[in-house]
């Protein structure tokens, strides 16, 4: 296969300026979500890959779903491409949706510029950049490779941020696709096999307002809440001491990311509302994870007297798993990673979730790789001047490339 390899390295140097420019065009129009207006960006993919000569399947999730789950707009494109007779389908997913900019930015969130080696802009490394590196390793696989085996799919999705449930999890539910195999966007030179779940509820505890002046009238929905904090973040002690036996992935932890209540500052609150986040290893399950955590919410709330808790599940994600047969794909990509980059490239888990894990729910096994830095901090992903190092870029497409060639030949 070296000669091969050779091919489609050449290939992906020869067109790199124009997955460059490809690259800009998905960064300079906006899938800011919330709001989650993303529908016109995959007009605008599909418009881009019609003129590279690859037709986009437009897959409108029902505008009653999208508002349902607070976004606006999403059209979840699928590209099919088959190479020859037999062999696998491999699926390759990136999504479009972003996390709105915010401040700080010198250069600009959806400008697309590029400053000496960089590529600046929100979704450059996550995960836009790999809207490019599967696309022209498609490319190159048709134009070098073409007497392969199997198919390759483009799925280009619209709501990571959101779940994964109306991108992904649209697809697989409607039968849409089926793949054998997939490779899903990646943010770091690690090839991941695995994640962590993510549990997200809304604590609302109604208590009784009043005057600050009677506060003997009133029930403090503030201190409940207090004492409710108190235990849910000593429950992180517990925590820390279920360890993971997933390199990349050290215990499970609870985070409290929002809190609301309160109507003035001369009235006892009457109403608190906090959003959590657990974060769950591979190793447990979700389900009991959540009746523990209504557990403690109970318990706790139950020693303010007249105070009433209403819990809300915002999300469920469940972990993702190394699935059998996940084995020759991980270790091909981390064999031509390390060739390429001419480093050691470590296969582990990582302590994010992703909408990969709907994948892995439907059977198919999967790893997490493509364009991104050494570390996903690197990038300022989710940060103001997000950006991807070109070469990283490059080099990440002649990998993706040289994969899709070894899995996909003959026997």
Known sequence: MSNVHEALDNWIDTHFDEEVRFLQALVQVPTDTPPGDNAPHAERTAALLAEMGLQAERHPVPAADVQAQGMVSITNLVVRHRLGAGG???????????????????HA???????KDRLYGRAAAVSKSDFATYTFALRALAAVAPTLRGAIELHFTYDEEFGGELGPGWLLRHKLTQP????????????????????????????LASHAAYPE??????????KLLTALYDHNTLLRMRRSQVPGITHPYLNVGRIEGGS??????????????????????????????????????????????????????QALKPLPGHEKLAATVQQHAQAI????????????????????????????YGAGPRTVLESNAKRADEHLLLEDLRRATQVVARTLADLLASP
């Open 264 to 317: 003035n500052t001369n009235v006892v609150p009457g109403k608190v509302t906090l959003k959590l986040d657990r974060r769950m290893i591979p190793e447990e399950d979700a389900i009991e994870v959540e009746v523990e955590l209504r557990a403690l919410i109970a318990e706790t709330v139950a020693q303010s007297p007249g105070v009433r808790a209403e819990l809300r599940r915002l999300l469920l994600a």
């Open 217 to 226: 009238t009133g029930i403090d929905a503030l201190q409940a809440a207090n």
């Open 341 to 368: 980059f001419g480093e050691p490239i470590p296969c582990c888990g990582t302590p994010l979730y992703t909408d990969v894990r709907l994948y892995g729910a439907a059977g198919v096994p999967a790893v997490i």
């Open 180 to 207: 054998d195999l997939l490779i899903a966007a990646g943010f770091s030179y690690q090839v991941v096999t695995a994640h962590n779940g993510c549990l997200q509820m809304e604590v609302t505890l109604h208590g």
């Open 109 to 115: 969130p959806y400008g697309g510029e590029i400053d």
């Open 88 to 106: 696998p389908t491999i699926a390759l997913n990136a999504h479009g949706d972003v996390v709105p900019p915010g401040d700080g930015w010198v």
